[in-house]
């Protein structure tokens, strides 16, 4: 079994896991503090990959992940507008948001459903130019981006902490509060989802980066997966501790994550039935803790029924 | 300081379902009235509060506050200036955010540029919760980091009026925030509300389905019916009754027998 993991698994896997936690900490804005499913994730992260590419191709790559971070977040502005302006139910909005980034994306790609960034400066071609010849080795993709996600959750968690990241937290927790403490629950649901799919943007533009490409589908069921990353973390680290925990709590789960799905494939799974796995993994992942509570009331049943019937076979004799 | 010029609220217009729930309904409190309000179940007194707080725009007439036409002013800004608190203890807080961040958010009344959207609670603020959160006599102050979701009913509701009153309001809303309490709890959220009101010379409405404290709290009862107020008494006159005028005013006001329990047990 020791074969199962190489050293360079591990690595990939969490290469992999600290990108996506950009996702996973998307969602855990938009699912888990404001209380909205924000289905705008797919198009939004294919949108990231898209706009990534394109600017990394005309030889900014630093300047590409700035844009797919703005970019990123016009898309969460239009869904908050589409819900908060215009009336739109949340997950509709999401959906509508998704769907016409389609075209969008394609348009951005130069109407191609597939960009190549072979040869093009990457943050990652970049990082082994200056990283990969010192002690560091190959391990330089794993710093460059576990860098970014330590910036960025910091960043999150400092976040979270000023008026205005309070003022989200609070929309998300009970938003008739929100609205009789002169907070706008309009700008807060704004701000938030901006934050949000300006995280799932960049993540996509590392992701065009590091692995040299950018298609069309690639954000296809990403939704998923970064929520099987949340729940995870939920599970792994609690969903009541502070903020800083639940942040880190997070990244984890996403970095667990890549290393049940790099397991899976080295069990030979094949590649096009990874989808099914995240999917089960999600489902597997949410009922756990249900069931786990239901086992336990079987099990106090169970032993009170037996009790019960101890009782009562001595009374008879 | 409020003034309520004929307004009328109809729910599901056109509908089986049509409520006429305020029918013109005029109100003139002065600056540092604190009027309490009884009447029977669906007599419009929850509405007329939303109404105030912005909850929903009015089908027709005016509200003024302070002397400005507050009608079609959105609820969140309304609420700089307007404190509303609710039966339900659970509504005025943040289950999942501690006291002080719940403090914090009520701070914000009183800061309202946009400088300030990135600041953190800073230790003077801490300060200042933990000096106003000592006065409810609870221990609430040495458990500023802890989630609301923890405390107790009254202690929420506690909570809830201090963050109402933390910067003064113009006018204060009581929605029978004390009917959910166990009695002692109601008894004492009651005289905090009293002596807050007092001490700040709040202008304040509260609705109460207790007779006596209908009396005795405050300097006016205002009695509602159908959507409107129906009677209105204050200083001599207002001293003078008892609870079975009251009652017998309910009955003329409301130009029918009595029939609802609560207003007679109480």
Known sequence: ????????????????????????LALF???????????????????????????????????????AIASGAVAGFVTAFLQ?????????????????????????????????????????????????????????????????VVVVAVALWWFMGT????????????????KSSSINPTFTITVGLCLANSLTGLSGALIAQYQKSADINIGTGMVTIALASLIIGQTLIGNKGSMARRIIGTILGSVLYRFIVAIALRLSVPAEALKLV???????????????????????????YRGNAVRGGKEDA | MLKIDNISKTFNPGTVNEKAALTHLSLDLKDGDFATIVGSNGAGKSTMFNAIAGTFIVDEGNI?????????????????????LFQDPLKGTAPNMTIEENMALAFLRASHSSGKLFSRISSKDKA???????????????????PVGLLSGGQRQALTLLMATFVTPKLLLLDEHTAALDPATAEKVLELTKSIVKERGITCLMVTHNMH??????????????????????????????????????????????????????
């Open chain 2, 213 to 266: 404290q209908a009396l005795e709290v405050g300097n006016r009862t205002l009695m509602m019916n159908a959507g409107h107020i129906v009677f209105d008494t204050e200083g001599e006159e207002r001293a003078a009754l008892t609870v079975s005028d009251l009652l017998e005013k309910f009955k003329v006001g409301a130009g029918e027998e009595l029939d609802n329990d609560r207003v007679l047990l109480s």
């Open chain 1, 29 to 67: 804005i938009s699912f888990t503090i404001l209380n909205i499913a924000d289905l705008t994730t797919d198009g939004c992260f294919t949108l990231g990959c898209a706009v990534g590419a394109m600017v990394s191709l005309a030889g900014h790559p630093f300047l590409a992940l700035v844009a």
């Open chain 1, 163 to 178: 008026t205005l990241g309070m003022s989200i937290r609070a929309t998300g927790d009970n938003a008739e509060m929100v």
């Open chain 1, 1 to 24: 079994m020791s074969s199962i993991f190489t050293i360079s698994i591990f690595q990939s896997a969490l290469e992999l896991g600290c990108i996506y936690a950009l996702v996973a």
């Open chain 2, 64 to 84: 003024y506050l302070d002397g400005e036409d507050i009608t079609f002013k959105k609820e969140y800004v309304r609420s700089r200036v307007i404190g509303h």
């Open chain 2, 128 to 146: 200042r919760f933990r000096e106003q959160l000592s006065l409810l006599n609870m221990g609430l102050e040495d458990r500023m980091k802890q």
């Open chain 1, 278 to 304: 995240s999917a089960l993994i999600v489902a597997v992942a949410i009922a756990a803790p249900y069931f786990r509570k239901k086992l336990v009331l079987k099990k106090r049943e169970f032993a009170n």
């Open chain 1, 84 to 148: 908060t302006k215009l009336g739109v139910e949340s997950i509709l909005a999401g959906i509508i948001v998704n769907t016409g980034l389609y075209t969008i994306n394609i348009a951005v790609m130069g109407f191609s459903s597939i960009a190549n960034l072979f040869g093009c400066d990457t943050l990652f071609s970049i990082g082994k130019d200056t990283l990969g010849n010192t002690v560091v080795g190959d391990w330089y993709k794993v710093i460059i981006v576990a860098l970014i």
